[in-house]
């Protein structure tokens, strides 16, 4: 069973500061996502990392794909409070492609 | 990306008895997943809705306790069975796209059931 890993699993900072969230894995994947999910709503897609190494940016947000494909960050500058949420990671394994969730950081933003 | 629709986003039922949640995309998608996501929880795959087809169901999950239809492209229902406390739980639907190899998925807006 390919597992995910999430940390920190619980995030409270204050507006303007910075954050990174990790998720890892003893596993390889084809293709790794992050999601974000609000209260009330379903996930949404933020990012696809594909290549190892490949590093993406979204505004504030910035994705690394660790080299061996087993890994990846997610890093976010100046936070705002519209960043609160579940940020979920998952991947597409090699085979099958099946999609793995890793359990998920809560991040709550203060103003 | 596609655009899915659930009913009910929310409802509140008895123990014993069975809800059935409606899933709508906006395109026609080859693969239909549906997802559990029990409080404060990341979510569970319970299974992959394939038109014309049985769906499959992951290693904890029977299609007597969650019996699935696929009729055609754009439509899945999932039917949660003799509720119990314990199934109280948004349930979320997703379809994948536009290529399958990149693994993104596309998720509604999720069906909360609460069982009293």
């Known amino acids: 069973t390919q597992l995910l890993e999430q940390s920190p699993q619980f995030l409270s900072i204050q507006e303007g500061e910075n954050l990174t969230v990790y998720c890892n894995s003893s596993?390889?994947?084809?293709?790794l996502q992050w999601y974000r999910q609000e209260p009330g709503e379903g996930p949404v897609l933020l990012v696809t990392?594909?290549?190892?190494?490949e590093v993406k940016k979204l505004k504030r947000l910035t994705f690394q794909f660790g080299d061996a494909r087993k890994d990846s960050s997610l890093h976010i500058t100046a936070a705002q409070p519209g960043d609160t949420g579940l940020y979920l990671c998952?991947?597409?394994?090699?085979?099958?492609?099946?999609?793995?969730f890793g359990p998920g950081t809560r991040l709550s933003v203060l103003p | 990306s596609a655009v899915i629709s659930q009913k009910p986003s929310r409802d509140i039922c008895q123990r014993g008895t069975s809800l059935t949640i409606q899933c709508q995309v906006d395109?026609?998608?080859?693969?239909m997943f549906w997802y559990r996501q029990q409080p404060g929880q990341s979510l569970t795959l319970i299974a992959t809705?394939?038109?014309?087809?049985?769906?499959?169901?992951e290693s904890g999950f029977v299609i007597d306790k969650f019996p699935i239809s696929r009729p055609n492209l754009t439509f899945s229902t999932l039917t949660v069975s003799n509720m119990s406390p314990e199934d109280s739980s948004i349930y979320l639907c997703?379809?994948?796209?536009?290529?399958?190899?990149?693994?993104?998925?596309?998720f509604g807006e999720g069906s909360r059931l609460t069982v009293l």
């Open positions: 998952a991947g597409t394994t090699p085979v099958g492609q099946n999609f793995v």
């Open positions: 596993s390889v994947f084809s293709s």
């Open positions: 990392v594909v290549t190892g190494g």
């Open positions: 395109s026609q998608v080859t693969m």
């Open positions: 809705a394939n038109q014309g087809s049985e769906a499959t169901y």
């Open positions: 997703s379809t994948s796209g536009p290529f399958v190899d990149t693994g993104e998925l596309f």
